[in-house]
Every structure is written in structure tokens, then in C-alpha cells.
């Protein structure tokens, strides 16, 4: 089968099409169809132009239009329909039903309605985009999130199949209208390349963020997941209970979000109990995954939690670090309690506290919620069993 997938973004910085749209390719590329993903990176100008075949994959970042009021978006839309339409592909697979990706999906339909092409149209939700959801966090102009709030609702249910992150999204897609069997549940996946294990620099890494032997809580984030003084308050409890915890967060704010993080945590006086690393590039996530006892995941109940499908949850899991996460969303899809994490009801702080401490003062059990995730993230959560799931909706 030929497959092109479309994305909104590049590769970078923004993550939905590197961990979520190229992993499915290439397993689905392993299963012997010919997939290209077309990327318009118009927020990673210099990937413009440039293609390449990773694991069976073709990549083309198209090149940007000049930047023209209106014609700008046209053009690049246009680019990604005519480059789409000339792979002579089977299936079109739009990721994310608003931007770039929205606008394609919407000309596929349009020309297909006029007879001018045939190919079955597909779309994938991750997110919650409209109100309560990114409309929220972004910057958008009021314009824009009329527009992509129209974009989302229309791109639900203008496709043959719609392909969707989360239980929650999968929910909202049948109040739309969308019949239950075209709602294909599709979460987020484990790539085995994504997760390779810890190199021997971890006990180099320990030594220089001065641990000693002092047992790690990590804490691995972007911190909009959650209220701040929530975050901060777990930080404290456990510190309260476990003075001889150290903690380790490794990530980096949507907007700076970690600077007033870590303003409060010096004024509450745990600043000096903390070892910020900041962003750290993906090769290098397994070593500090390895100096973890325990990870936390806190996650307000909010209709973007909900919706959302972390792909830095399962990053933990499949390394192995056992976590204690809010029961939100995807959370308890991927955490089954008890067997390979621990889940507290959301916005309980003190049980949240309870459930750090108790993994941290209890090794044996710490280790054995870490197999345990590994093994259940690798078993029902592998990309390569997951692509079987898209490939019935490429085929009905």
C-alpha cells in the first residue's frame, strides 16, 4: 500500500510528528507498505528542502513560500497537496486536523467531492485544540483560534477514518457524529530505537550533579500539565517525609513556566534539594531515567489533560522507572495500578505524597513496578502492533 502522511510542523521543535507520526511510519514501512511523510517546517526553516529515507521511511520537508500576507499559507498548503498527490498513494493520512495538515485534509475532500481524485482520507487527533484545549495555552490571535477551533470540528468528521490518541478524544468524536467504527482508538506508541538503554555515564552523571547516594525522585515535564504550587507542594511533602531524597527535573517550560518553578521552590527553601537539567537532548534521557527510584507524573483534570496522549509518560515507562501519576486520561490506559505504577486520585496531593514516599523507602517494590511498566509498554503499547490497528482503517 502507498501511504503519505501530512504533517502541520516539522520534525522539531514542536514533537507530534517525530514521536508520534514517523514511529508509525516506519512500522508500518517494517509491515512492507511505502510511506512519505511530508512536513512543512516552516517553524524549522532550515530543515526546508531537506529529504531523507529513515528505516524504510521517505522524509521531505517541503520548501517555504515567500513570506506573502495570505499567499504564503496557500502556497505552502499547495506544496503538500501536489507532493501528496503525486506519491499516487492509496491513503493520505493528515496528523492533526488544524494548520497545514487541516488545510490539506480539507482540499483532499474538496477535490475528491469534484471527482478529481481518488484516495481514501484520513485525519489523527492527538490533542484537544479548540476551547479548552491548545486554544488556551497558545498565543493565538483571536482569529486564529476561531480558525482552528472551525478547523478541528470540520476535520473530525470530513474523513473516511479518524484516528485518535486518547479515549477522551475518541469520546468527543462520537458527539460530533462521528460513527464509532470510523473513531479509530490509536494512543501513543513504543519504538524500540526511541528507547534505547542507559549508557555506563550514569554513575559519571551522578557524581556530577553531587547526588552521593542519595535516592533520586525525578520529576520529567513541561510544566503546564499542572498547577505549579500542586507541583511544588509534592516536591515539599516528600521532602518532608524523605529528607535524604534528592530531586532531579529534567524538561523545560512552554514559556518559561521553570523559572517561576523554581523561584518559589527558593522560597519555600528546597532550591538547594533540586537539580534542574533543563531540556536534555533524547539520547541522553535513559541516563537520567537511570538515576531515578521513582518519577512522578502530576496531571490536573482538565479537557487537555484528558485528551492528551504524554508521550513523555510512556518514555518513562518503557525505560522502566517506576511512576506515581494523577488517575487523567491516557494516564490509567497506560499505568495499570498496583502492577506497573501507582495511580492516586486527581488533585490529592497528600495520597500523591504517600505514594513518592512509599516507592522511595521501598526499593524492592520501586523495582518491581518498573519491570512491571517496561513489560506492559512493550506488550500492548509497540508501534509495530499498534500500525496493525491503522492498517485496518487504511483498508475498510
Known amino acids: 500500500m502507498r501511504i503519505a502522511f501530512v504533517g502541520p510542523f516539522a ?5 507530534t510528528m517525530a514521536v508520534r507520526a514517523l514511529p508509525l511510519a516506519k512500522a508500518l514501512a517494517a509491515h512492507g507498505h511505502e510511506v512519505l511523510v511530508l512536513l512543512p517546517p516552516w517553524d524549522h526553516p532550515q530543515d526546508a528542502g531537506r529529504e531523507w529515507v529513515e528505516e524504510g521511511v521517505r522524509v521531505r520537508n517541503v520548501r517555504l513560500p515567500p513570506k506573502l500576507p495570505l499567499a504564503h499559507h496557500v502556497l ?3 506544496h503538500l497537496l501536489r507532493l501528496a498527490v503525486q506519491h499516487r498513494p492509496d491513503v493520505i493520512h493528515c496528523f492533526k486536523p488544524k494548520s497545514y495538515a487541516g488545510l490539506t485534509a480539507w482540499a483532499i475532500w474538496q477535490l475528491r467531492r469534484m471527482g478529481w481524485i481518488q484516495v481514501r482520507l484520513l485525519v489523527d487527533a492527538d490533542d484537544w485544540e479548540g476551547a479548552g484545549g491548545w486554544n488556551e495555552l497558545e498565543p493565538y490571535s483571536w482569529m486564529q483560534k476561531r480558525f482552528f477551533a ?23 468524536a462520537w458527539s460530533s457524529g462521528v460513527a464509532p467504527p ?5 494512543p501513543n506508541g513504543w519504538w524500540p530505537a526511541q528507547h534505547v538503554p542507559a549508557s555506563r555515564a550514569v554513575p559519571e552523571l551522578r557524581q556530577r550533579v553531587k547526588l552521593d547516594g542519595a535516592p533520586v525522585a525525578l520529576l520529567y515535564t513541561r510544566f503546564f500539565e499542572y498547577r505549579i504550587e500542586r507541583g511544588l507542594a509534592i516536591l515539599e511533602g516528600v521532602l518532608t517525609e524523605v529528607p535524604e531524597a534528592r530531586w532531579v527535573i529534567v524538561g523545560k ?16 527553601g528546597i532550591a538547594e534539594r533540586i537539580t534542574y537539567a533543563g531540556w536534555v537532548p533524547p539520547e541522553q534521557l535513559q541516563s537520567y531515567f537511570a538515576l531515578a527510584r521513582v518519577a512522578i507524573y502530576p496531571f490536573d483534570d482538565t479537557l487537555l489533560n484528558r485528551c492528551k496522549c504524554a508521550v513523555k509518560l510512556i518514555d518513562l515507562l518503557a525505560a522502566g522507572v517506576p511512576v506515581v501519576a494523577d488517575q487523567v486520561g491516557q494516564n490509567g490506559e497506560y499505568i495499570q495500578h498496583g502492577v ?3 495511580l492516586v486520585t486527581p488533585g490529592d496531593t497528600e495520597a500523591f505524597v504517600a505514594a513518592v514516599v512509599r516507592l522511595l523507602r521501598h526499593p524492592a517494590l520501586a523495582e518491581r513496578l518498573g519491570k512491571g511498566a517496561r513489560g506492559r509498554i512493550q506488550e500492548h503499547f509497540a508501534w509495530a502492533t499498534l500500525a496493525k490497528t491503522v492498517e485496518g482503517a487504511y483498508r475498510q
Open 150 to 172: 472551525w478547523q478541528e470540528r470540520w476535520g473530525l468528521t470530513h474523513c473516511d477514518a479518524l484516528t485518535v490518541a486518547s479515549r477522551a478524544l475518541e469520546t468527543i
Open 11 to 15: 520534525l522539531q521543535p514542536k514533537r
Open 340 to 342: 506497573s505504577g501507582l
Open 76 to 78: 505552502l498548503t499547495w
Open 182 to 186: 470510523k473513531a479509530v482508538y490509536l
Open 253 to 268: 517550560g512552554l514559556f518559561g513556566e521553570e523559572d517561576q518553578f523554581l523561584a518559589m521552590a527558593r522560597a519555600r
